[in-house]
């Protein structure tokens, strides 16, 4: 049974730093694309970021190009989400997911049970 949690979320100043953690249990993790997806109030489910299992693939939405840093340890089974100089815009629930898409365009969307639960951030002006 596949498990994924998030953890980390919190409230963080505009312009601060924050770091998310996403621990995967249950699947060969190292073989595994991993991604981040974010929903705030009121719109849709987006993609954020989303790296290859070997990490040599990475790509980010242009919202958060430059700012946010998606990288894993794959010893760990973990998947992080490194937010800098957040904006208030970015104040969602952050979901991490198991094999994403690696565009913001893309029409899969993979199913329930890869998704953890979410964490929620909050950015203050």
């Known amino acids: 049974q596949v498990q994924v949690a998030e953890s980390g979320g919190g409230l963080v100043q505009a312009g601060g730093s924050l770091r998310l953690s996403c621990a995967v249990s249950?699947?060969?993790?190292?073989?595994?694309?991993m991604g981040w997806y974010r929903q705030a109030p009121g719109k849709k489910r987006e993609f954020v970021a989303a790296?290859?299992?070997?990490?040599?693939?990475?790509n980010y939405h242009g919202n958060v190009k430059g700012r946010f840093t998606i990288s894993r340890d794959n010893a760990k089974n973990t998947v992080y989400l490194q937010m800098n100089n957040p904006k208030p815009e970015d104040t969602a629930i952050y979901f991490c997911?198991?094999?994403?898409?690696?565009?913001?365009?893309?029409?899969?969307?993979?199913?329930?049970?890869?998704w953890g639960r979410g964490t929620t951030v909050t950015v203050s002006a």
């Open positions: 249950g699947r060969t993790f190292n073989r595994d694309d």
């Open positions: 790296m290859s299992w070997s990490g040599s693939i990475i």
């Open positions: 997911v198991v094999n994403p898409p690696h565009t913001p365009d893309s029409a899969y969307i993979p199913s329930d049970d890869l």
